[in-house]
């Protein structure tokens, strides 16, 4: 090029094409930014640009476009003796075809070749080294995209193997030293596995138990791994950690894996997997709880989470203890739920309260009857409607998740359309690009639909006679929801005496209701 600039410039054609493959996405190879670009490099490399053949929305494995076309008959007729493209994925996505150009066509006709990024001029190297130089970057870029496609395959095959493959083993396992895909029981941490086990079909809670290892100080699993290093983790055992240990199926030996997927190879992105489609291999390794015993575990666990559900605390978050301004949390006791003072509860030996508690369908019955008393004409429930309209309005929480759904809908679709730009060009198959695009269809379903929510409920929002409807039949009290009861209690105190003092989120006229059991 050295001496071809002391000649004077050179006079080149320029060859821009967006493929309607590359969507919207593919801004940085927007025909303007290719021309920009190229303009750039030809002055500050010496040449004059003296024509530009475009390809507007063309992809790039065939040839048959129309600025291509124009171009070739310039080629022909000797009017371009130089062309440059921005990549030489710009002059095609067929590396065969482009190939024949390289080495055949334009060498035949003498023209000269240049593709910037891909440090490609046909002028500077007759032999074919430099064209080698440029094929074995594409076949790199294929063989790469094979490679990854291939140890993502054969991945699973080993997980459907019941082969271990993570890097530290499930706590109460150690990797096998003989056989790193096989589990054997850590002598350590094994025996506290079958005691969390052995605890929780004995009835304890999970808390219970968390707390109980916490005080025999024993390791848990994240202080173990040394997560807690990143601050992450309080490297205790809570109540979340007993939950997942007493759920892994590899507690009765099975291999269970894949509890996060990358959605794609693109964005690297994780998520939890549906338990339905765990990959899970029977009898892998030595048990460290029987079947039986883990079938057990896990009904239990369901009855517990189904209870919770099934009896949703109203009252959480809204009671108090009088006394002490704790709250008040709801615990069992035989066939009712009590609200127990929590601040007593947390440190009995603190004497900052006592021991008291309260049923809860009591207080619950005594808030119904408030809201019932209210109801009975003396809340003017147009003008509360138009109250609450206007502080939602002020909120806004559901405002603030719009951009997060958004970014992910756009994620997803930038990478469906790479994804499909890749299958174009061989880098994916046919079904690896099926399941990457569906799964990514999924998600942007999803964000879809999160969006369509967020916009009901912005619907919602704006509407009075939609709320005031809505507090009239919650007005009737067949049933009392939690959403509801919160948007008309502010805070129910209930003291030693069992005394209930009921505040409301909206002016009453007699400022606030009290009411003895
Ligand atoms: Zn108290």
Not at 66 to 94: E, W, Y
Not at 104 to 118: H, K, T, W
Not at 139 to 146: E, G, K, P, S
Request: proline fraction near 3%.
């Amino acid at each position: 090029m050295k001496n071809r600039k002391e000649e004077g410039p050179v006079q080149a054609a320029v060859y821009l094409r967006l493929s309607s493959a590359d969507g919207p996405a593919a801004e940085s190879d927007s025909i303007q930014n290719q021309r920009s670009f190229l303009q750039e490099w030809a002055c500050r490399n010496g040449f004059v640009l003296v024509r530009e053949f475009v390809d507007d929305g063309h992809t790039g494995t065939d040839f048959e476009r129309p600025g291509f076309q124009q171009l070739s008959a310039c080629l022909m007729a000797g009017t371009v003796r130089c062309v440059i493209v921005k990549d030489l994925s710009r002059l095609g996505r067929n590396y065969a075809e482009t190939g024949r150009y390289l080495e055949q066509i334009f060498p035949q006709l003498g023209v000269r070749f240049i593709a910037v990024n891909d440090q490609y001029d046909s002028a500077k190297n007759t032999d074919s080294i430099q064209q080698m130089a440029v094929f074995k970057n594409v076949f790199n870029d294929l063989y790469a995209a094979d490679a990854s496609a291939k140890v993502r395959a054969s991945l699973g095959i080993l997980k459907r193997q019941g082969k271990f493959l993570g890097r530290q083993a499930p706590y109460g396992y150690r990797i096998d030293p003989a056989d790193k895909y096989h589990l054997l029981p850590d002598g350590q941490t094994g025996p506290v596995v079958q005691r969390i086990f052995a605890l929780f079909l004995g009835g304890a809670s999970r808390t219970k138990i968390a707390q109980m290892l916490n005080r025999e100080k024993i390791p848990s699993p994240s202080c173990r791994q040394g997560t807690d290093k990143c601050g992450r983790f309080t490297g205790l055992w809570n109540a979340e950690t007993i939950r997942r240990i007493l759920s892994h199926p590899v507690y009765q030996g099975d291999m269970a894996q894949q509890f996060t997927r990358t959605v794609n190879y693109k964005v690297h992105l994780r998520r939890r997997v549906d338990p339905a489609e765990w990959i899970v291999v029977q009898n892998t390794h030595q048990p460290l709880v029987s079947r039986q015993d883990f079938a057990q575990a896990q009904k239990m666990q369901q009855i517990r989470t189904y209870k919770s559900s099934d009896h949703p605390h109203l009252l959480t978050g809204i009671a108090c203890c009088a006394d002490c301004g704790s709250p008040l949390y709801a615990k069992r006791r035989g066939k009712y739920w009590y609200l127990n003072c929590y601040g007593y509860y947390r440190d009995p030996a603190a004497h900052c309260c006592t021991a008291h508690s309260v049923r809860e369908d009591k207080v619950l019955q005594a808030v119904a009857d408030a809201l019932r008393t209210l109801a009975q004409g003396q809340v003017d429930l147009h003008l509360w409607a138009q109250k609450q309209l206007e502080k939602r309005q002020k909120g806004k929480t559901i405002q603030d998740l719009r951009p997060k759904w958004e970014q992910q809908l756009e994620i997803a679709r930038r990478a469906r359309l790479n994804a499909y730009k890749d299958k174009v060009d061989g880098i994916l198959d046919e079904a690896e690009f099926l399941y990457i695009s569906q799964t990514l269809r999924r998600e942007e379903e999803e964000c879809c639909r999160e969006l369509a929510r967020l916009n009901d409920q912005h619907a919602q929002r704006e509407n009075v006679t939609a709320i005031e409807e809505r507090a009239r039949r919650f007005l009737q009290f067949d049933h009392l929801e939690k959403v509801q009861l919160q948007q008309l209690v502010r805070r129910v105190e209930v003291d030693e005496r069992k005394h209930i003092l009921i505040e409301f989120t909206f002016a009453d006229p007699k400022k606030s209701s009290s009411h003895t059991k």
